[in-house]
């Protein structure tokens, strides 16, 4: 496996969002300040000022819309990192699965090259019950097959298929 992603990857996405919200407030604090010095009379306000005061509402839905899209995006990111996880377990778990369907198939084959080998030292054909025979005699073949090619060629490809 390459690369497991984990929370901190989402982080970049996150703060890109994050700092348009710090603007956004940080223009509403300037916007509150400067209200509250015209409220207080300490100003005389300016034209931008009076509009900067106006777009109060304009900036607090923006806020707004600003952290239900970083929850959103929290809430998505979560979904993802989640279902990220999952498929590498499964992955790791189909991994565990077929190096134990090896391990398991090459017990069973060395099994049998035993079994054979009794057979043959010992003259022994009662060791297996008729299924087992047929099933040894099937992974036989291809083991006889190196010993005694056909045509008297040894073709190791051949053999192993």
């Known amino acids: 496996m390459s690369e497991i992603l984990d929370k901190k990857d989402f982080h970049e996405i996150e703060s890109v969002v994050s700092k348009k919200l710090r603007n956004k407030k940080k223009k509403m604090e300037k916007i509150i300040s400067t209200e509250n010095k015209i409220v207080a009379k300490e100003i005389k306000p ?28 929290k809430t998505e990111c979560n979904k993802v990192l989640t279902k990220h996880t999952k498929i590498v377990k499964e992955l790791k778990d189909g991994e565990t699965n077929q190096a134990n369907t090896i391990e398991r198939t090459l017990g069973t084959i060395a099994d049998a090259l035993l079994i054979n080998l009794l057979q ?14 047929v099933g040894l005699e099937a992974l036989m073949l291809p083991v006889k097959s190196l010993f005694n090619p056909p045509a008297d060629q040894l073709s190791y490809s051949r053999a192993r298929e």
């Open 46 to 73: 300016t034209e931008e000022q009076i509009e900067m005061v106006e777009s109060k509402d304009k900036v607090q839905e923006q806020i707004q819309e600003l952290e239900d899209m970083k929850k959103l995006l």
């Open 120 to 133: 043959n030292e010992y003259n022994v054909s009662d060791l297996l019950g008729q299924e087992e025979r």
